[in-house]
């Protein structure tokens, strides 16, 4: 029992840097996914092409040899971040253009009609965004967003090469020196609490957004 | 003595002198000018003008296609014109600029001329997140910012203009089409507007639900709100309007009261439009 518990502590350490991972880098998704979204709606033509171009080479490629390339290629040329600022780096990277994505297309579902009504009623571009349109877009984007967020849990398990003590290693490590399977059944056990957290969460917020009918 | 009996002619013309002085002395609210505008060179507007006067009904009629909804949405700045003038209040609104071109005055002075303008759209075009009281709120605070107190009592009073106040703090996505619509009424007076402009108000909504539009409609004739409006209700057309356009592919066709327009159609194109319509 006293062993159970001290794997139990360890994992939960290991949970703490998923957590860190995976918090810090939706903090950070949120807004810069929004302004990604923006700029590639907006009629700036270079600014469209340059994210529509970002976008497309981090939905196309790995996001393990983003990962990869933030933490050994860059060091060659001379940019050596510490091990969790490089993973951070790399996920938020990658997340906002997901982001970006679904952002975009919940703009894009704001009817035409909702512009015309602003414009008449004098609101300003900015206005027009942050009180008619954003607030539409938030209903549309939940269930897609709640999909990708949950994805980010478990893409977090990817930091695992880069040597650094997430839970799915802390529990390997336990695993290979004590040939024990159970850390993997309560890594699993782990990740589905997170999951199940965010989901209950995503279902709330879905619920407030969509009290009103379109 | 003998001066003072006048023959029935010369009455008419004296009668008629007075009311073109009276024309000449009510503010021109609208005033556009050769406007023309296509859509990727198909010419949809073909040198379009029209005056409206303080407190004219002008009903627009025509068939699908003929561009009504361009000219309203054109003197609004939903879409730009090609070619032309648009004055408002006395106002240029669009008109040639300086690099020789015709454009729109913009910023501060696009949302002073804006203000006299309300639009109703066939969608409605209510915002679905925000109840009845926010809908109408939104502009006055945010956009004019008055008072929210002062505010409030005006919306307070238009909804109970268009018979609504008990729904206050519903969402538009819980009224039927015809209250919808009479929100979007409520919202645009709420900015105080001087024009209204209507773009087939009533074609989105069942039959049934269409007299109560028209009868908020009928109300802001009687107190003398300036309307333009684009509808297929010829009766409301004929006993609401003062002025009657009506337009058919870009052009306008024939005007005139609606005792003229209806009564004595000139052109062919309006005999057959009215009579596809009885
Ligand atoms: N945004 C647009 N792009 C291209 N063509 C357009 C656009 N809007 C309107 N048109 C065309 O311009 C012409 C006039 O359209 P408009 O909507 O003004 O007609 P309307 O008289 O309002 O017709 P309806 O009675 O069907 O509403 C039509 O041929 C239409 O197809
Ligand atoms: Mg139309």
Avoid at chain 2, 14 to 26: G, S
Avoid at chain 2, 30 to 49: A, E, F, H, W
Avoid at chain 2, 118 to 135: A, K, R, S
Wanted: charged share 20%; proline share 4%; hydrophobic share 50%.
């Amino acid at each position: 029992m006293d062993h159970l518990m001290q794997m139990v502590l360890l994992m939960l350490e290991g949970t703490e840097v998923t957590l860190e991972i995976f918090v810090v880098t939706f903090i950070l998704v949120l807004p810069l996914g929004l302004f990604a979204a923006l700029g590639r709606l907006s009629s700036l033509r270079l600014l469209n092409r340059a994210l529509e171009l970002y976008i497309w080479i981090m939905r196309g490629t790995p996001l393990m040899l983003q990962l990869l390339f933030v933490y050994f290629a860059l060091p060659m040329v001379g940019i050596k971040l510490p091990d969790i600022a490089a993973a951070l780096l790399a996920f938020t990277l990658n997340y906002t253009a997901y982001f970006a994505e679904i952002f975009r297309a919940g703009i894009q579902a704001v009817p035409k009609g909702q512009y015309e009504a602003a414009h008449m009623l004098g609101l300003s571009k900015v206005q027009t965004m942050w009180r008619v349109v954003i607030p539409q877009m938030i209903r549309n984007v939940l269930p897609p967003m709640s999909n990708e967020t949950i994805n980010l849990v478990k893409d977090t398990s990817l930091i695992y090469i880069l040597a650094m003590n997430d839970l799915l290693r802390v529990a390997r490590t336990i695993v290979q020196r004590e040939f024990d399977m159970t850390p993997f059944v309560v890594a699993a056990v782990f990740y589905l609490v997170m999951t199940a957290v965010l989901t209950w969460g995503f279902h709330r917020l879905e619920a407030h957004f969509g009290r009103y009918a379109m | 003595m003998e001066e003072m009996v006048m023959t029935d002619a010369a009455f008419a013309a004296d009668a008629a002198a007075a009311d073109a002085a009276m024309q000449e002395l009510r503010l021109p609210m609208v005033t556009m000018r050769g406007i023309q505008k296509s859509y990727g060179g198909k010419p949809v507007l073909k040198d379009i003008n029209l005056r409206v006067f303080a407190g004219d009904v002008l009903a627009i009629l025509g068939p699908s296609g003929s561009g009504k909804s361009t000219l309203l949405r054109c003197l609004c700045h939903l879409e730009s014109i090609d070619d032309g003038y648009i004055g408002v209040l006395g106002q240029t609104y669009a008109g040639e600029d300086d690099i020789g071109g015709v454009s729109y005055v913009a910023g501060e002075a696009e949302r002073q001329i804006l203000g006299h303008m309300g639009m109703v759209f066939q969608q409605f075009n209510l915002f679905p997140h925000m109840t009845v009281f926010e809908n109408l709120m939104l502009a006055p605070v945010h956009v004019k910012h008055i008072p929210r107190d002062e505010a409030e009592a005006t919306a307070i009073a238009m909804l109970r203009k268009v018979g609504l106040e008990e729904h206050r703090d519903k969402y538009p996505g819980q009224l039927s089409g015809g209250q919808q619509q009479r929100v979007a009424i409520a919202r645009a007076l709420c900015m105080h507007p001087d024009i209204m402009l209507f773009d087939e108000p009533t074609s989105a909504l069942d039959p049934e639900l269409t007299g109560e539009v028209l009868r908020t409609m009928r109300q802001l004739a009687d107190e003398n709100m300036t309307m333009l409006v684009v509808t297929h209700e010829m009766p409301f057309a004929h006993d609401v309007a003062n002025k009657i356009m009506f337009m058919a592919d870009g052009v306008v066709v024939e005007s005139g009261s609606p005792e003229e327009f209806f009564e004595h159609p000139q052109q062919e194109r309006t005999k057959a439009f009215l009579q596809s319509r009885l």
